[in-house]
């Protein structure tokens, strides 16, 4: 049990046992054994060195095995050798997949016959699939590669001997820590880039849902770089050496091995339940984990438990990491003697341009100081950062605090200030979340801090998605993202209030996790934390009402039917004013781009441009003067007789080319689809099928045209040629003339959300031609489905939404992405005699929301019994795909 001490035995077995079988059943028993011990609680600190000890055992028992020698002696010189550990290894740290990198040192170079014996015991290792690193070298080379390769001199640090030649390992050790190879300077600026470039390999944040525990930011890396980098300067144990010196507090000491514990434990369950050596909390991973080690619950919570403790853990980590490389650059290499200190006020003064507190007393004595901080950081825009005694001073006040920081009248009137400061995300609202003030201050904070949703679509916890909600909003200003967002950074420049949106981005999330809709959960909280901070009834209003609809322009305009004007109507209606309009568009940019890496595209950029576009001339024109559907078709097909025209295509051809097409088709299509149509079917063969991909992306999509003569499976067939060829959907608009010749286009982009490549396009025509000369439809192609989505159960869901249009019906489907889905969905349609008319494909992370317009044979609504069998087949194809 824990605080029980474990060591083992001496491996004690003959020569002649000495076989792959035998040694990999003793290493299968020994694995067996540790997990159970870590099943009974046992610490994990014996665990991992116990699985040190075992190693060393069996390295000394198989090096005695080869008759490899301590040294030999030659006429000319004597050679000296060792078998020594280093990296983890050398640091007594193994868990049950960890690498076992070893150092075979040497004076001189090898004769054969040592190469031979060396080689036999390498390759030993190797049968018994143990991760080796090996090096074979002689102490001049080992210490010339140590000089040229900083990972080679930090395995190096750690080095400790398992058999042979001890002087030898003394005399390596002597050179390496002396100054003629990497002297503390050098190696602390190198380990701190070493850092640093690790840490934009993750988005330089602690909070993704697919953390690495080892190389994160907040992971294991940023442990060990504080232990090399004590040893590089004191040699030996280096928490007893910097607790020694004053560098960590007993209780930070204590908080350093109890983060370390409980990242060991993490690895150790990640290691027992995988094969090969990885350090990922993948999704598929992480139930596993949490339930072994001991987190219970329904669903999802025994994750998002785990997951939580981890993000709390990876944070103290942070603030240690940077606390003590602070530190170590100020008082191991004396960086900052040679800089003054100068008053900034008399509470805070300037140390290298990082702000430190004057007394240490300064926030306990008076917590409103804590905002004071972050205000006077504004102020002084030479400041760049916290001195490492201010960080040690306001983790220990903020842990103090038995009451949220918004309680104080003063803490609000600084607030205020801070948020309309025009440099305030970055220089204020980001240091208070990695600092943790922002859960002291605001009301329901604490509650999303490290809440991560066990999902693909959202890649950061709710708290950093928050945050990164601020920073797009920051982006707006600057001229990489008038490049990024033209429209929405042209908005973002008219708003009266910009700050109005400081306060509604760290609220839109803010009732995620509680029983209830969020939105409005997070409505009624920010009401009364815009009341406590006296904002006038205007704003207060404003903020309320982007909080509690943050999702309205988004849903609009990926999930409905943006040619309906009875859409855009109902959209006009609820936002109410062009000054909510504007709001909400900068709201929801920020908010899709801060949710997931990938989700932005120029697709979805198009579609919130033509929403907001078409709700500004709304509200310029008059809320009652959205025009119906026939005007807009009569004005669509007016404008493009005008362009043909011009282009002096006959008047009659074209006339008569568009008898055969209903309104819809005129209202669906824009003015620039209409004519290239004229342009591609004018004087050709109107029976002859053709494919073409409009040179010019439409809306940011490539768009595909198909005209064919109509027959079931159509769309089906088309759709799984697409999916063959690795497209995604997202938009899809069908019309059939009066003659039976369907006009379908598709809207297709990259799986990276980019246009599809001009030198693709001929491959995409010649597949799609293929797939309509078959005469007989061939059924879907299954594609294996992707190995995360195996983690996540979807429910499908098939909703039938009110519509506008009498004739048609609206049916919504929510499902596990799978292979194929679209196809399956088109069979069922083609199966029921159903007619597609328009579909939107939003693919949310692991799962999808589509919408789809239908009318039966007739040109009809579904009547109940349809819409009731649509359902049941639907939900049937869909759980049948494998």
Not at 268 to 285: C, E, G, K
Not at 769 to 797: C, D, E, H, M, W
Request: glycine fraction near 4%; charged fraction near 25%; include cysteine.
């Amino acid at each position: 049990m824990t605080g029980t001490h474990y060591s083992i035995s001496p491996l004690d077995f003959s020569d002649e046992q000495i076989t792959v079988p035998y040694l990999k059943q003793q290493l299968d028993a020994f694995q067996q054994w540790s997990i159970t011990q870590f099943g009974n609680h046992v610490d994990i600190d014996d665990l991992v060195h116990l699985r040190s000890q075992f190693i060393d055992q069996l390295l000394k028992r198989l090096w005695l095995y080869y008759q490899i020698p301590e040294h030999v002696s030659s006429l000319l010189k004597k050679n000296r050798i060792a078998l020594i550990a280093v990296g983890g290894y050398g640091r007594c740290e193994l868990h049950p997949l960890s690498d076992i990198d070893i150092l075979i040192l040497s004076d001189n170079s090898l004769t054969k016959e040592l190469e031979k014996q060396i080689g036999d015991l390498v390759r030993l290792l190797w049968d018994l699939h143990l991760d080796i690193g090996h090096s074979v070298r002689t102490l001049k080379n080992c210490l010339q590669e140590a000089k040229n390769d900083i990972t080679i001199m930090t395995n190096l640090i750690e080095s400790r001997l398992i058999a042979g030649s001890e002087s030898l390992l003394k005399e390596l050790q002597t050179y390496i820590f002396s100054d003629k190879i990497w002297p503390s300077p050098a190696f602390y600026q190198a380990k701190i880039k070493e850092q640093q470039q690790r840490h934009q390999q993750y988005h330089s944040t602690t909070y993704n849902l697919e953390p690495d525990l080892k190389n994160s930011p907040g992971g294991l890396r940023d442990m060990q770089i504080i232990q090399w980098l004590a040893i590089r300067h004191f040699g030996g144990e280096f928490l007893q050496k910097i607790a020694h010196f004053d560098y960590l507090t007993p209780d930070e000491v204590e908080e350093f091995n109890t983060c370390r514990k409980f990242l060991w434990r993490m690895r150790f369950a990640l290691h027992s339940v995988i094969n090969r050596y990885d350090n990922r909390l993948l999704f598929d991973r992480q139930l596993s984990i949490a339930k072994m080690l001991g987190y219970s619950g329904e669903g999802n919570a025994p994750v998002e438990n785990m997951m939580h403790d981890y993000y709390r853990v990876a944070h103290n980590i942070t603030e240690l990491n940077q606390m003590l490389l602070q530190l170590f650059d100020e008082s191991l290499l004396k960086r900052y003697s040679q800089y003054k200190t100068y008053d900034i006020d008399e509470h805070f003064q300037s140390k290298d341009n990082l702000i430190d507190v004057k007394h240490n007393r300064v926030f306990t004595d008076d917590p409103v100081m804590i905002l004071k901080l972050f205000y006077t950081l504004l102020l002084n825009p030479q400041i760049t950062g916290l001195y490492s005694n201010t960080i040690r001073q306001l983790r220990s006040a903020r842990r103090k605090l038995s009451y949220l920081l918004c309680e104080q009248p003063e803490a609000r009137r600084l607030f205020i200030k801070i948020i309309k400061h025009p440099d305030a995300i970055k220089k204020a609202i980001l240091p208070m979340h990695q600092y943790g003030i922002l859960a002291v201050y605001l009301p329901g904070w604490q509650q999303i801090s490290g809440m991560m949703q066990f999902d693909l679509f959202h890649t950061y916890t709710v708290d950093e998605h928050t945050i990164r909600l601020l920073l797009e909003l920051d982006l707006l200003r600057t001229e990489e993202g008038k490049q990024k967002h033209p429209n929405s950074s042209k908005v973002f420049a008219e708003l009266s209030k910009p700050e109005l949106l400081v306060i509604t981005g760290l609220f839109h999330d803010i009732g995620k996790g509680r029983h209830g809709d969020h939105s409005e959960i997070g409505a009624k909280i920010v009401e009364s934390f815009c009341q406590l901070h006296e904002l006038d009834a205007k704003d207060t209003d404003l903020i309320v009402w982007l909080v509690r609809y943050h999702l309205l322009m988004s849903v609009t305009a990926q999930n409905r039917d943006l040619q309906d004007p009875e859409v855009i109507r109902e959209f006009v209606q609820l936002v109410k004013s062009k000054r909510r309009l504007q709001y909400l568009l900068c709201l929801t940019v920020a908010d899709v781009c801060a949710t997931n890496e990938t989700l932005w595209n120029s697709w979805k950029q198009s579609l919130m441009r033509e929403l907001y576009l078409t709700a500004e001339r709304s509200f310029d024109s008059g809320i009652h003067q959205i025009p119906e559907q026939r005007s807009i078709a009569r004005q669509h097909k007016q404008q493009a007789l005008t362009e043909l025209l011009a282009k002096n295509y006959d008047e009659q051809s074209i006339k008569h080319f568009w008898q055969d097409y209903r309104v819809d088709y005129f209202l669906r299509y824009t003015v620039e689809q209409i004519v290239w149509h004229a342009e591609l079917l004018l004087n050709k063969d109107l029976q002859q099928t053709l494919v073409a991909i409009n040179p010019k992306p439409h809306h940011g999509g490539s768009e595909i045209i198909i005209y064919s003569p109509d027959r079931p499976f159509l769309f089906a067939a088309v759709c799984n040629a697409l999916s063959m060829l690795n497209l995604s959907i997202h938009d899809a608009l069908i019309i059939t003339n009066k003659n039976g010749l369907a006009l379908d286009t598709f809207i297709v982009l990259e799986p990276n959300g980019q246009v599809v490549p001009e030198n693709r396009h001929q491959d995409i025509i010649q597949t799609l031609n293929k797939v309509l000369n078959q005469s007989v439809y061939k059924g879907v192609t299954i594609k294996p489905a992707k190995q995360r989505l195996r983690s996540f159960s979807v429910p499908t869901q098939v909703n039938f939404i009110s519509s506008f249009n009498d004739n048609h019906t609206y049916m919504e489907l929510i499902a596990l992405d799978k292979p194929g889905l679209l196809a399956c969905v088109g069979e069922v349609f083609a199966k029921l005699d159903l007619s597609l008319r328009s579909a939107k494909i939003a693919t949310i992370g692991e799962h999808i929301e589509d919408l789809f317009i239908l009318t039966d044979k007739h040109n009809k609504a579904l009547d109940d019994n349809t819409c009731q069998k649509l359902s049941e087949s639907i939900v049937m194809a869909i759980d049948s795909i494998n």
